[in-house]
Nanobody
Framework: QVRLVESGGGLVQPGGSLRLSCAAS????????MAWYRQAVGKERELVAS???????TYGDFVEGRFTISRNNPWNRVSLQMNSLKPEDTAIYYC?????????WGQGTQVTVSS
């Protein structure tokens, strides 16, 4: 059974930082591309960042160098370091992977950027 559990969300002021973490189980973690998506109220879910099994990463255009995705294969974890946060980064952030063509999502963690 694939399970993705996010942590690390919260309330932060504009310009602040947060680090999100996703613990994965039920998959051979090291061979899977892992990703972070987000969904703001009234908007569609969008890709924030992804990291392949080889460590190659891609980012949404809106990231503009502020976020860094990383993975720790021995610990089956993928993290998202978010710096210079903006109010428009407010959303629920979801961890994602696929296995045999099936998408798996975590329950999400709320990130709120507000003064």
């Amino acid at each position: 059974q694939v399970r993705l559990v996010e942590s690390g969300g919260g309330l932060v002021q504009p310009g602040g930082s947060l680090r999100l973490s996703c613990a994965a189980s039920g998959i051979n973690f090291k061979i899977h591309t892992m990703a972070w998506y987000r969904q703001a109220v009234g908007k569609e879910r969008e890709l924030v960042a992804s990291i392949s099994s080889s460590g190659s990463s891609t980012y949404g255009d809106f990231v503009e160098g502020r976020f860094t995705i990383s993975r720790n294969n021995p610990w089956n974890r993928v993290s998202l370091q978010m710096n210079s946060l903006k109010p428009e980064d407010t959303a629920i952030y979801y961890c994602h992977t696929t296995r045999q063509g099936i998408s798996f999502w975590g329950q999400g963690t709320q990130v709120t950027v507000s003064s």
